[in-house]
């Protein structure tokens, strides 16, 4: 979103992981919730990881969604490094059909939390409506743009199914 700072940063450990992570940013930008995309990998650039979450919740992000495929470290390592919460995205990968990168991201240690959730599109989508859901918790008119969005949806299921 142009013109607002950032409350949710959308991460993600590749380029490629974009096709899935894009769904995410599509999201938000529907329900108006400034976000912002970034390029970050726990393996090949660690170093930019441990700036991007030290800095996070200073910089104002109050929701961090992060997408990785394979060994899929990168949620969990930011949930390591900010206080902020973690939505893990599991990328579908080619080798083992995200079913790696989920049982990366979704077996935490107890007492670093990341909210996993489906592995691909639907997990995209998802992390998003609940990013957005969190953060109605204190703002209102959000909560009204879901409210709408979810009756939009429920409207869009035909009864026929030819
Ligand atoms: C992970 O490795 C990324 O999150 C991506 O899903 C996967 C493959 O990355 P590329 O080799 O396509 O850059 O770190």
Sequence with gaps: MSGQAPIVGIIMGSRSDWETMRHAAETLERLEVPHETRVVSAHRTPRRLYEYAEAARGRGLKVIIAGAG?????????????????????????????????????????????????????????????????????????????????????????????
């Design 70 to 162: 394979g060994a899929a470290h990168l949620p969990g390592m930011a949930a390591s490094m900010t206080p902020l919460p973690v939505l893990g995205v599991p990328v579908e990968s080619h080798a083992l059909k995200g079913m790696d990168s989920l049982l990366s991201i979704v077996q935490m240690p107890g007492g670093v939390p990341v909210g996993t959730l489906a592995i691909g599109k639907a997990g995209a989508i998802n992390a998003a409506l609940l990013a957005a859901s969190i953060l109605a918790l204190s703002d209102r008119a959000l909560g009204s743009r879901l409210d709408v969005w979810r009756a939009a949806q429920t409207e869009g299921v035909p009864h026929d199914p030819a």
